[in-house]
């Protein structure tokens, strides 16, 4: 099946620094990617949606400025964690969609653990 | 209310066991409907989608019933490797999942 990777698997980052997350379809050209968060014990919130060349479109109460989004190739989305906090710890995951299908395959997640 | 609402569990069963999940939906102009399986830790993995005639994998059955909204997954014979949480998930014709809140799962010798 289609592989979508996604790096780093985890993250340390101290108070105030920015964090890049990568998001890269291996095997497959995703024209939309989708990046979700998902607290303890608590489901897969979608952030934003990203389609390729194009701004990031966000859910409501996720703060652009905050959570940037690039999605400047068919192949790579990249999330970047902006002056973070220990609030957003959390387990944040990429799922890309190739074309028209219904169906996005999903990365293997970041955990971010900020201290 | 939530967008996608699942049976809160948690299912502790006995090996052998047969378990049911249940998830309702809200938005009727879903297109596509799966269950998935994470472990803990782990990325959501795709168990099987979900049609209106019914689908069945080895011991996983789901079913879709669009009239009621509603979406179930049916384990037989639960092994031990059964354990997770299982999520629901509604996409609309975007490709955007909606998830439910997940069913931790957990089958005991």
């Known amino acids: 099946g289609a592989v979508v990777s996604q790096h780093p698997s985890w993250v340390i980052c101290k108070s105030g620094t920015s964090v890049k997350i990568e998001c890269r379809s291996l095997d497959f050209q995703a024209t939309t990617m989708f990046w979700y968060r998902q607290f303890p014990k608590q489901s897969l919130m979608l952030m934003a949606t990203s389609n390729e060349g194009s701004k990031a479109t966000y859910e409501q109460g996720v703060e652009k400025d905050k959570f940037l989004i690039n999605h400047a190739s068919l192949t790579l989305s990249t999330l970047t964690v902006t002056s973070a906090h220990p609030e957003d710890s959390s387990f944040y995951i990429c799922?890309?969609?190739?074309?028209?299908?219904?169906?996005?395959?999903f990365g293997q997640g970041t955990r971010l653990t900020v201290v | 209310r939530k967008e996608v609402e699942q049976d809160p569990g948690p299912f502790n069963v006995p090996e052998g066991a047969t378990v049911a999940f249940n998830c309702t939906y809200s938005n009727s102009a879903s297109q596509s409907f799966f269950w998935y399986r994470q472990d803990c830790r782990k990325e959501p993995k795709l168990l099987m989608s979900?049609?209106?005639s019914g689908n069945e994998d080895g011991r996983f059955t789901a079913q879709l019933n669009r009239a009621s909204q509603y979406i179930s997954l049916l384990i037989r014979d639960s092994k031990l490797s059964d354990s997770a949480t299982y999520l629901c998930?509604?996409?609309?014709?975007?490709?955007?999942?909606?998830f439910g809140d997940g069913t931790t799962l957990t089958v005991k010798p």
């Open positions: 799922s890309a969609r190739a074309g028209d299908r219904v169906f996005s395959f």
């Open positions: 979900v049609y209106s």
């Open positions: 998930a509604v996409n609309t014709n975007a490709g955007k999942s909606t």
